[in-house]
């Protein structure tokens, strides 16, 4: 069993991040793999294959956790975390993530207290395949790659492995309808201002955020990736108030367009008895 454990966005904070990431995915879609935004986490922990019968333990591991947390003091309010997402980067020139903002501290705190492993690498439970990787300003599979690759973060994209050798592709026919907010949602979204990013849509040229990535262009994989981080570096979505963790199985293959099949097999609270 595939196991990791990860602070779930709620829908509004995805939607808002969907609205903001359209523009990209619609002009560049087909050189990166996007996973379904209805899984979208930010990940705490990661255990890799673990035995059957091993959720009980690692729940109570991560209560710990959570137990010797020093979660920010709110009155007589339970324990909680304001958190939203915010600028982006990129692991080895091939992963897209979004960062976190708000309570970083003790959100960092809790990930390390949740981490079996003090290096351990959290970004391999979409089934990107880049656990074996450094994150970006580190040596693949050293420490200091990561340290890097353990901050808090959100994955959105990663490129097609046939652009990680900077082959260009112009290619713009692809399903778009089974991207969230496309079909089921209608954008609801759409059109609307976003935070930080005027009518939502990420890194126009035109409001000084860089490229124009609404506008077609052929890029190679490297140059793209930079220049979709460049672009969402201004992002910043709305806040939201974490209350749990979620232990949560990853099947890889079993999920839409062969992705990731995740299922929250544990919730631990932050306030006990709650």
Do not use: C, K
């Given at each position: 069993m595939r196991l990791f454990a990860s602070i779930r966005p709620p829908e509004e904070v995805r939607e808002h991040l969907v609205t903001a990431l359209r523009p990209i995915r619609?002009?560049?879609?087909?050189?990166?793999?996007?996973?379904?935004?209805d899984q979208?986490?930010?990940?705490?922990?990661?255990?890799?294959?673990?035995?059957?019968?091993?959720?009980?333990?690692?729940?109570?591991?991560?209560?710990?956790?959570?137990?010797?947390?020093?979660?920010?003091?709110?009155?007589?309010?339970?324990?909680?975390l304001d958190l939203h997402l915010r600028g982006a980067g990129s692991f080895s020139g091939r992963t897209l993530w979004i960062g976190v903002g708000g309570d970083v501290g003790p959100l960092r705190q809790l990930m390390s207290g949740c981490a079996h492993d003090p290096f351990a690498i959290g970004d391999?439970?979409?089934?990107?395949?880049?656990?074996?990787?450094?994150?970006?300003?580190?040596?693949?599979?050293?420490?200091?790659?990561?340290?890097?690759?353990?901050?808090?973060?959100?994955?959105?994209a990663r490129l097609r492995a046939r652009e990680q050798g900077g082959r260009r592709d112009g290619r713009r026919n692809h399903r778009r309808s089974a991207w969230a907010g496309d079909r089921r949602r209608g954008g609801a979204h759409g059109g609307g201002g976003?935070?930080?990013?005027?009518?939502?849509?990420?890194?126009?040229?035109?409001?000084?955020y860089g490229r124009d990535l609404s506008r077609p262009a052929r890029h190679d994989g490297a140059s793209l990736l930079h220049d979709v981080v460049h672009a969402l570096s201004v992002y910043s979505g709305p806040s939201w108030t974490a209350t749990e963790i979620e232990l949560v199985s990853s099947r890889l293959g079993e999920g839409r367009s062969g992705g990731a099949l995740h299922e929250t097999v544990a919730t631990i609270p932050f306030a006990p008895g709650h």
């Open positions: 619609d002009d560049h879609g087909p050189l990166l793999r996007w996973p379904d935004p979208w986490h930010v990940t705490v922990a990661f255990y890799g294959e673990r035995p059957d019968g091993s959720v009980d333990e690692l729940a109570e591991h991560v209560a710990a956790a959570v137990a010797t947390t020093g979660f920010p003091a709110r009155g007589m309010g339970s324990p909680s391999d439970e979409d089934g990107f395949g880049n656990g074996e990787d450094g994150g970006r300003g580190g040596r693949g599979g050293t420490p200091d790659g990561r340290r890097e690759r353990r901050r808090a973060h959100l994955t959105v976003s935070h930080g990013v005027p009518g939502g849509r990420a890194g126009l040229g035109a409001d000084g």
